[in-house]
């Protein structure tokens, strides 16, 4: 019994590293030579081919087990507990463009990381959802709380194959000094002002003002924020979270 227990701790052990590895391999060749030619997230109904059926049905296999492969070694980065070898991964691996001093806690998780900017100082906090499939540009000094969700893709619950919509105009733009409060959505298209606020569980379902407060769902505006702000976030990540 003793031995079965350690060999499947070993097998854990070798495979896990394994995985990484190519899945981190995979990753580079995908952002760096192949983003152009493959689907951000590959999957079984989005593979499109003239070749015959076997070519077909071999390129989604193939493709379905990338897109696989892409999202798990995303989602493992998430959990790495070092601030500075996230970064770099998120920078180098996946070709997410971040500014200095970008803070980007445990737990977070990415779509298309190629098509995400952050600005210098921007600080995103932990199991943070940042599908930027359709684009992400978030600005400087930016404070995401605990778990915000920025969706830039949907299903069409119209279409006969419940296909995402896949539209030009659905980009989310952040700019400078806006604060999320906890477990704030965003959905797909939304602009945020400078220095708006939006409070804790809201959902943002079209532009929010400059320098406003807003709450509830959907968001709807309940303030201003004062103009008189210009702090430049300098902090330091806390230690291995």
């Known amino acids: 019994m003793t031995s079965a227990v350690l060999y499947i701790i070993l097998c854990i052990l070798l495979v896990k590293p394994f995985f990484m590895v190519s899945s981190y391999a995979i990753s580079i060749a995908y952002f760096y030579f192949y983003k152009n030619e493959m689907s951000d997230m590959v999957s079984l109904h989005q593979v499109r081919t003239n070749t015959n ?54 737990g977070a998780e990415m779509r298309s990381p190629n098509k995400l900017t952050i600005g210098e100082g921007t600080i995103i906090g932990h199991y943070s959802v940042l599908d930027a499939r359709n684009f992400i540009e978030i600005g400087e000094n930016v404070n995401f709380s605990h778990g915000v969700w920025l969706w830039t893709e949907q299903h069409n619950h119209n279409a006969h194959d419940f296909s995402c919509e896949s539209p030009k105009n659905k980009k989310i733009t952040i700019h400078n000094r806006v604060w999320l409060g906890p477990r704030v959505i965003v959905l797909p298209g939304c602009t945020i002002g400078e220095g708006a606020v939006v409070g804790a569980g809201s959902v943002v379902t079209k532009d929010i003002e400059p320098f406003s407060l807003n709450a509830g769902i959907p968001a709807r505006k309940i303030g201003e924020r004062s103009r008189n702000i210009n702090y430049v976030f300098r902090d330091k990540p806390i230690p291995f979270i």
């Open 53 to 106: 059926m076997v070519k077909k049905i071999t390129k989604r296999i193939l493709g379905a087990y990338v897109g696989g492969f892409i999202f798990y070694s995303i989602l493992q980065t998430g959990k790495i507990p070092f601030h500075i070898i996230r970064n770099f991964i998120y920078r180098y691996f996946y070709r997410a463009k971040l500014g200095k001093n970008v803070i980007i806690y445990s």
